[in-house]
């Protein structure tokens, strides 16, 4: 007779005990992710965006793009998105916990983090309040929006960002982040 068990429920504490293999260790409402180290056109996308993001990002006031080793920490689950634009902390020894809520955070899909990206974590970055999350998606060109209250969008020609407080609306040619 086959029995159901239930499956562990993870801590912070569990979690930050993990051994630094290289791989990324998530915690989303007591459920644990680990994935793999990512590929070079992975990184190379995130620099690709980077490039885009940064001089607009500076010349709206924005804050800061943080990448990888940049948790979001929000009522004991802990993310580390791809990139994220944050506003400063008030304290830069300030708790993650006490960090302001990101305008914007990017997940590159993987064949490790598909349905994650597109699922648990979409809950999560809705719940915590971020305003805007982009989930790119190397295999089609395309990047989906996610908004609070708004229908998803998809585009595979240009991306538009009009944060709050932004002056101007940004257009990234996505072919300026995916390559040819």
């Known amino acids: 007779m086959h029995v159901a068990t239930k499956p562990k429920r993870w801590t912070l504490d569990e979690v ?8 990324k260790y998530e915690l989303v409402h007591g459920e644990l ?6 590929s070079d056109y992975h990184e190379t996308i ?8 940064s001089p607009y990002v500076k010349r709206n006031a924005l804050g800061l793009i943080d990448h990888p080793r940049a948790v979001i920490r929000v009522g004991g689950s802990e993310v580390e998105p791809d990139l994220m634009v944050r506003s400063p ?8 916990a006490q960090s302001p809520v990101p305008h914007l955070v990017v997940e590159v899909l993987s064949d490790y983090t598909r349905r994650r990206d597109r699922v648990q974590k979409r809950q999560f970055y809705m719940r915590a ?16 929006i996610v908004r609070a209250d708004c229908p998803d969008c998809r585009v595979g020609d240009v991306l538009t960002w009009s944060p709050t ?16």
Do not use: M, S
Not at 16 to 23: E, I, K, Q, R, Y
Not at 46 to 53: C, D, K, P, S, Y
């Open 16 to 23: 930050h005990n993990l051994p630094d293999d290289g791989n």
């Open 33 to 38: 992710f680990v994935t793999p180290p990512p």
């Open 46 to 53: 995130l620099a690709r965006l980077t490039e885009v993001l």
């Open 89 to 96: 902390a008030a304290r830069p020894d300030a708790d993650r």
């Open 129 to 144: 309040g971020i305003a805007e999350y982009w989930i790119l998606d190397p295999e089609q060109h395309a990047v989906t």
């Open 165 to 180: 407080g932004a002056q101007e609306a940004l257009d990234i040619p996505l072919v300026d982040v995916f390559g040819t």
